[in-house]
């Protein structure tokens, strides 16, 4: 089953009466439980894609259906509770509250949704935070930590309401290279529980432990490499070379 379909999607901004078209007639499934990257040069649109297939902006044209739920048509009140309750966000930059702490934060988004009680919600962010281990700052102000503990805080909060989707916008871009590595290892230990990522990046070697890898040029798709589950027998640096040669040859 799939868990996203996107038929011939166009977004067209407009400043000045200048059209630029940076979608460009997108088309794909995701399959759910897949892990998929979205990979191109600055300005090819992968941005722009993650946001208009989630809802975050609206399309020109097109369709894009997430687990059988059409979000054409959708009011901004309706595409904000699909984004709620069906789908988790992390981005570059976590956006995470300055006045609350890393708790509070997380568990925000749970008692917004009112699906569960306040008991309840807490609970799962505790369990949470204890599962990415960092149950030991859960009382601290976000200046008070590391970047990989604000970026760890941002995936128990996009996971507070168990989402069917989880989206990833450059997660690991301002991390060094430990953090990024211990980002993309909870990554895939969610997407073999059974977690559908569609994740952002720049970075070959975040891309290569994907299932998937969508090349984006010019706001069209040009082409896609299957890269299949990783597993314990794989070889991340073979997985790893074969996709840094792939890019190459798309001129990355």
């Known amino acids: 089953m799939n868990i996203i379909e996107v038929r011939n999607l166009v977004k067209t901004f407009e400043n000045n009466s200048i059209k630029t078209t940076v979608l460009k007639g997108i088309s794909f499934d995701m399959a759910e439980g897949e892990f998929v990257a979205v990979m191109g040069q600055s300005g090819s649109g992968k941005s722009t894609l ?53 708790f509070d934060n997380i ?82 230990q969610l997407n073999r529980e059974g977690m559908s990522i569609l994740i952002v990046t720049h970075d070959p070697k975040i891309a290569s432990v994907t299932d998937r890898i969508i090349y984006l040029k010019d706001g069209q798709i040009e082409a896609q490499l299957e890269l299949g589950k990783l597993t314990e027998s794989d070889n991340p640096r073979l997985r790893e070379e074969k996709t840094l040669h792939w890019l190459i040859q798309r001129g990355f």
């Open 50 to 102: 993650l946001y208009n297939i989630s809802g975050m902006d609206q399309m020109s044209s097109g369709q894009v259906t997430i687990d059988q739920v059409d979000l054409a048509g959708k009011s901004d009140d309706q595409l904000a509770e699909l984004r709620l309750n069906m789908m988790g966000f992390i981005f570059q930059n976590n956006y995470l509250l300055k006045n609350l702490s890393l």
């Open 107 to 188: 568990c925000l988004p749970g008692f917004k949704a009112k699906n569960d009680s306040r008991e309840v919600v807490e609970e799962r962010a505790q369990q949470l935070m204890k599962r990415l281990n960092i149950e030991d700052v859960k009382d601290s102000a976000i200046h008070q930590v590391s970047g990989g503990q604000l970026q760890r805080a941002a995936i128990c909060r996009s996971l507070i309401n168990q989402p069917r989707i989880l989206f990833a916008d450059e997660p690991t871009g301002s991390l060094n290279s430990r953090n990024a590595e211990e980002v993309m290892s909870i990554f895939n």
